[in-house]
């Protein structure tokens, strides 16, 4: 039997982490990207941020690290990016509930909602753009809608991916991320 209150809340947690966190937290800052989409589904539009993260991966050399967290019910890769690091998370829940693995994840790795950035597409842009997106509403988009009800905050970052070649966006997101790393850093 499982103890109750919050020494098993406790105890539960520490096994979390111990699962979810990969390897020592380095001493620089922590974001999480999260690639929205549907499980099983490559290939189609709608998984375009699951994708665009298996890229991501493979550019920043951590391809081969994904690990299946049945507490976050994510696919997790941590990957250094200067004295920062990203935490990598692929859902492995449908698209409407996406926002439990990420909130899920971002609590066990002490992440605030502005410190998660969303890829996703936009079924309201045609394809071949790109937008960035400053937290706001879900504009339709259910996974974005389960991420801001379960991260309880509507001040997020989105990628918003409606392209074919999923290497240039790879790239252009690299980008971004090290432009905004280098902001927050000064």
Same mark, same amino acid.
């Given at each position: ?6 020494l098993?809340?406790?105890?539960r ?15 620089g ?11 099983? &589904? ?35 890769a ?23 693995s ?15 950035? &969303? ?10 753009? &790109? ?25 997020? &970052? ?10 240039i ?18």
């Amino acid at each position: 039997m499982r103890p109750g209150g919050f020494l098993g809340a406790g105890q539960r947690l520490s096994r979390a982490m111990s699962r979810c966190v990969l390897e020592p937290r380095p001493p620089g800052k922590r974001w999480m990207v999260a690639g929205l989409g549907n499980p099983g &589904l490559p290939g189609t539009r709608h998984s375009v941020g699951m994708a665009v993260l298996g890229q991501l991966a493979r550019r920043l050399g951590v391809a081969e690290s994904w690990t299946r967290d049945r507490h976050c019910a994510a696919d997790l890769a941590l990957a250094p990016l200067g004295d920062a690091q990203l935490v990598l998370l692929r859902p492995r829940r449908l698209m409407n509930a996406n926002g439990r693995s990420v909130a899920r994840a971002a609590e066990l790795f002490g992440l605030t909602a502005e410190e998660v950035y &969303l890829v996703h597409d936009e079924l309201d842009k045609p394809l071949g753009r &790109l937008a960035l997106k400053l937290g706001g509403s879900a504009r339709g988009h259910n996974g974005v809608r389960s991420c801001i009800s379960c991260l309880n905050s509507n001040a997020w &970052l989105g990628l918003i991916v409606n392209s074919s070649s999923i290497i240039i966006i790879t790239i252009i997101i690299i980008i971004i991320i090290i432009i905004i790393i280098i902001i927050i850093n000064g």
